[in-house]
């Protein structure tokens, strides 16, 4: 096995702005993605808060520019999925088609939808993001939740199809702005103190049962999408390497960056931040040692 310097596990923006700045400062680092480049930035509606845009950008869009700058630069990228991550002398990497060692590993594999507490039968019909929906039209889509995330994806939606919004709870947790916008769409509804019971698969789509102050209601719709939360994507963890990360980071081979390690601070122009500051305090170790030598 070759030993890499630095992999990089995860192409959305806090993985791309470390691999960029490694690059520059002439480390070759490894970006293995599983999907594509941009993360959940490519279900974004539109960024408004990162700088340099002041009519704000399409998230597909600004993840289009991320991965032209990687491969302006020639940064080297590959598509597969991170299936273990151990620890011996180096980092062991393994995929579905290879193992890698490598001295220092940046983990920026963001995050993974929240588990639902109510049986779904209709996989085929029910996403966790957008992006396999993107371009429909004319159908009817539930979105289960009422964050950011739940707001943003109906405004992606809403003007091609129908969309209603399923809240358990009373308020939105969203950005006002996002409330707003929501409510100068006509074709997106939104309701309160709504529990979803289950999500069943029909020949035409999928019957979603929820209950109101009404009682127990059923709704035909083409599609759902789960928007109910998110936590940190690192199942593919070795169990000794979990309690060896606090001594790995110490010694300046392990770095979490953006949405893996930020909570509910899942914000680009963080996660840029952290990929940055990963790599030039990664640039500044080996200075000091003079070597990867771990």
């Known amino acids: 096995m070759n030993m890499q310097d630095v992999v990089v596990i995860g192409a959305g923006p806090g993985g791309i702005a470390a691999a960029i700045q490694l690059k520059r400062y002439g480390i070759e680092p490894l970006l293995l993605e599983k999907d594509r480049i941009g993360g959940l930035l490519l279900n974004a509606h539109r960024v408004e808060n990162y700088p340099g845009f002041p009519e ?34 180096a980092f062991l990497i393994q995929t579905r088609k290879q193992v890698l060692r490598s001295r220092i590993v940046v983990i920026a594999s963001g995050t993974k939808p929240k588990e639902i507490d109510f049986p779904c039968d209709a996989p085929e019909r029910a996403f966790s993001e957008i992006r396999p929906i993107a371009n429909v039209a004319g159908r009817r889509i539930v979105i289960i939740g009422a964050g950011d995330a739940a707001f943003d994806y109906a405004l992606n939606l809403g003007r091609k199809n129908e969309v209603l919004i399923l809240n358990r709870n009373q308020g939105p947790k969203c950005l006002p702005l996002l409330q707003e916008r929501v409510q100068q769409i006509s074709s997106i509804v939104y309701r309160e103190d709504s ?18 102050q009404a009682g127990e209601c059923e709704l035909q719709a083409d599609y759902v999408i789960f928007a109910i939360g998110r936590t940190a994507q690192t199942d593919y963890l070795a169990p000794g390497l979990k309690e060896r990360v606090p001594d790995l980071e110490k010694r300046g081979l392990l770095y979490f960056v953006g949405d893996v390690k930020n909570g509910i601070f899942r914000q680009t122009s963080i996660a840029v931040g952290d990929g940055m500051q990963a790599a030039m305090r990664i640039y500044q170790r080996l200075q000091e040692t003079g070597s990867c030598e771990s």
């Open 195 to 212: 529990r979803v019971r289950a999500v069943k698969r029909t020949a035409e789509g999928v019957i979603v049962s929820y209950a109101n």
């Open 56 to 89: 704000g950008i399409a998230g597909i869009d600004l993840a289009g520019l991320f991965e032209a700058q990687l491969k302006g630069i020639g940064v080297r990228v590959c598509f597969e999925e991170v299936l273990r991550l151990d620890y011996e002398d």
